[in-house]
């Protein structure tokens, strides 16, 4: 059984939001990545020269995004009967490594400065260079939250923690450099460590979000409860054999197997499946496809309901199992 998600928005819709706000996000990290990198040299800041190499590696990102866009709009073909929803969730791990590499190789720099132990002095530039930015990314992150919220991507919500981590590095960036210029030198590349550690922090916790959703995580249990919950409550369904639930994307996946009166008719259990579906639906966002599976329920002259739950998984808590 196949209904459309419970989600108004298109994909069409999704794809247009999702790239409008990307492309924002890349025209104004082109404009800052010059802007830090030029005020880096000239004002020899190693903090805002990091810092903008970090969000040089924001705009490479963004493009990345925009390609998974494309690619997660497409509809089922005969190889992919599933849909493209994965490419958001590919371009969010590629994104995550990205990351991770960007913030160790600050780190090195920085690292190697202090061991140096070079007294640079940054130009006043820098501390407006590194204000501008403080500002630009986080309107940059809401943004692009605000977007990947409510189209569902977790794509985009990880470029927008990619935009918040540059704003982080600007603000450590600003420290070392006003701390630079008040004579404690070693503050500008220790500022930069600060940095490389907090991209590197976030760089794992998209990793870790992104491997999950590769390798089609489950949703919620406390979900899953409710809705077995209310299933039983609210159908003719007497147990529920199993229920199951993958990440796909920005979508979800559904299979339950549910078992029922086995003297009733096709037509009655088709009916009783596509009120499960229906509930399914209006409990769980963005599911995209729910597949309802019908098991005869053993009768009490044919065995007992504990011999049917020794054999099944069931999501539903004690005390909620229908019994005939």
């Known amino acids: 059984m ?14 247009k939001i999702g790239n409008r706000i ?6 104004i990290n ?11 040299l000239l004002a020899n800041s190693t903090a805002m020269l990091a810092d903008g190499i970090h969000t040089i590696s924001d705009t490479a990102s963004s493009i990345g995004i925009i390609i998974s866009f494309f690619i997660a709009k497409k509809p089922e073909d005969m190889e992919h009967h599933y849909g493209h929803e994965k490419a958001e969730s590919i371009a969010g791990f590629v994104l995550s490594l990205l990351l991770i590499s960007v913030g160790m190789n600050i780190g090195y720099s920085a690292i190697k400065i202090l061991i140096a132990g070079k007294n640079i002095v940054p130009g006043v530039t820098a501390v407006w260079a590194a204000s501008i930015s403080i500002v630009a990314k986080e309107v940059q992150y809401r943004i692009a939250m605000y977007g990947g919220r409510k189209i569902n991507s977790s794509a985009l919500i990880a470029d927008a923690w990619h935009h918040r981590s540059d704003a982080l590095s600007s603000i450590g960036a600003l420290i070392g450099i006003i701390g630079a210029r008040m004579g404690y030198y070693f503050l500008d590349p220790l500022a930069g460590l600060v940095v490389s550690v907090i991209v590197v922090k976030v760089g794992i916790e998209i990793f870790i979000n992104g491997y999950n959703e590769l390798m089609d995580s489950s949703i919620e249990k406390e979900k899953l409860y409710k809705v077995a ?5 609210n159908t003719e369904v007497n147990n529920i054999n199993e229920l199951r639930s993958r990440k796909h994307g920005s979508k979800v996946f559904i299979d339950i197997k549910v078992c029922v009166d086995p003297n009733i008719t096709v037509a009655k259990g088709h009916s009783i499946g596509e009120d499960v579906e229906k509930i399914i639906h209006k409990n769980i966002d963005h599911v995209k496809e729910v597949l309802v599976h019908t098991n005869p329920c053993i009768r009490p002259e044919v065995g007992k309901c504990s011999d049917c739950e020794a054999r099944t998984s069931i999501f539903v808590r004690n005390g909620k199992k229908k019994h005939v």
């Open 2 to 15: 196949n209904l459309n998600s419970s989600n108004n928005i298109t994909e069409n819709e999704r794809y």
């Open 30 to 40: 082109i404009i800052l990545s010059i802007a830090k990198i030029l005020v880096g």
């Open 229 to 233: 919950e209310e299933i039983l409550e």
């Open 22 to 27: 990307t492309w924002i996000t890349i025209i």
